[in-house]
């Protein structure tokens, strides 16, 4: 039989939408008269970038960028590889990354690093949620949903070994 952790619900679904709401709300009017292109970190920030978008009032682009730096361990590797790299050019455009949870900040930084070689017009970083504890390279997030504990969570959008993901709330695994 497979592992079956314990979870417990650390962030419901209605909070994470009423952060949601608020985070529309601040992008919109950071990014008025404006046509940004949002560039999803997969796989973990689908969800919230679905529920993301369909709050912003604004024209807008998507793409998407698929990175590896845990493979199938709860730790990252601090190695980050590009699996699918952003398909849309964005020289000159006003660019925003939609992450699911900044940890380390190495996967993150990296990808921020390659994208800003790129040349964007503007380059800001949108997370649902934020790992402080566990930082090892410092990331400017312009838009925040959630700053979490050290444990590891699961659920709308975020993983373990590609499980959990369909979960509406987020959840911390109890070892």
Not at 79 to 103: A, F, H, S, W, Y
Not at 118 to 129: G, H, T, Y
Request: with cysteine; aromatic share 8%.
């Amino acid at each position: 039989m497979a592992f079956q952790p314990q979870l417990k619900i650390l962030i419901s679904h209605d909070q994470i939408a009423k952060a949601i709401n608020r985070l529309a709300c601040e992008i919109e009017r950071d990014y008025q008269g404006k046509h940004p292109l949002l560039i999803g970190v997969l796989k973990g920030s689908f969800v919230f970038m679905a529920d993301l978008i369909r709050q912003l009032d604004l024209p807008l682009e998507l793409d998407f960028v698929r990175l590896s730096s845990y493979g199938c361990a709860r730790e990252s590797s601090g190695k980050v590889r590009v699996v699918q790299g952003v398909k849309t050019p964005i020289k000159g455009r006003d660019v925003l990354v939609v992450e699911d949870i900044v940890d380390t900040g190495i996967t993150i930084s990296s990808l921020l690093d390659y994208l800003k070689r790129k040349k964007p017009a503007s380059l800001k970083l949108c997370a649902l949620a934020d790992k402080p504890s566990r930082r090892r390279l410092p990331v400017p997030i312009n838009y925040l949903g959630f700053t979490v504990p050290n444990r590891f969570i699961v659920g709308y959008g975020l993983d373990c070994d590609e499980r959990f993901r369909n979960l509406p709330d987020i959840y911390v695994i109890e070892d």
